[in-house]
């Protein structure tokens, strides 16, 4: 069994094919030594790659009707074979490495995600901060612990998965923090949730997430 300073990671990724760097960003999983597991939700698999078999580590879950995100995290957290797992989204390009590597080594946290910082100024080494920068790109890559995953509820759809994370890890003492990386992540962000169509499912999730 891998110590607490080498422990490996599931990758979480929904996707619908949209952003051109989708696979080259699955490329960049399968070869990080920190990570043996990456699970991609196809929620569009008329849209899906033909190279897919090249990416060693893949776990292919294939819907028949767009899930939408936050279901899909639900059902990828649930698959994971490990306790690290990291909510990727599907639209950012970056090394993984170094970022993988610090957080295998912490023991104890809810929930991480990115800082505001990582999408234009890389910092000069790898550091944590209290808090969380939702709306700024927080929810883009989120690393959580399988043991304190709490299920999304199921009538809040596209937004506010982040928010739930944040706010159930904190209601329970856990740690929320934001990540302030080595590495510029580029993003083009949010390029399926802001897709016109998603307009009325997300409207709901505003009305639904107000009675949470």
Same mark, same amino acid.
């Given at each position: 069994m891998n110590g607490p300073e080498y422990r490996k990671f599931s990758?979480? %990724?929904p996707t619908m094919w949209k952003s051109i760097v989708t696979l080259?960003?699955?490329h960049l999983y399968d070869k990080c030594e920190f990570i043996d597991?990456? %699970?991609v939700i196809d929620n569009d698999k008329d849209s899906r790659p033909e190279n897919l078999n090249t990416i060693q580590k893949l776990t292919l879950i294939e819907s028949y009707e767009n899930l939408y995100v936050n279901p899909s995290w639900n059902i990828g957290v649930y698959q994971a074979r490990n306790e690290l797992v990291a909510i990727s989204n599907d639209d950012i390009l970056?090394?993984?490495d170094d970022m993988f590597s610090f957080v295998s080594k912490l023991d104890?946290?809810?929930a991480i995600g990115m800082s505001h910082f990582n999408f234009g100024n890389a910092a000069s080494e790898i550091c944590l901060e209290d808090g969380n920068d939702i709306g700024l790109g927080w929810?883009?890559?989120i690393f959580v612990k399988k043991s304190n995953w709490v299920q999304i509820p199921e009538n809040i759809k596209v937004w506010f998965g982040d928010n739930w994370i944040a706010r159930t890890c904190e209601m329970r003492g856990l740690s929320v923090m934001k990540l302030r990386s080595n590495r510029i992540i580029e993003t083009s962000m949010?390029?399926?949730?802001?897709c016109e169509s998603f307009n009325k499912v997300i409207k709901n999730d505003i009305l639904e997430w107000a009675k949470l």
């Open positions: 990758v979480v %990724i080259d960003l699955l597991e990456v %699970i970056f090394e993984p104890n946290f809810g929810g883009c890559l949010s390029t399926t949730s802001g």
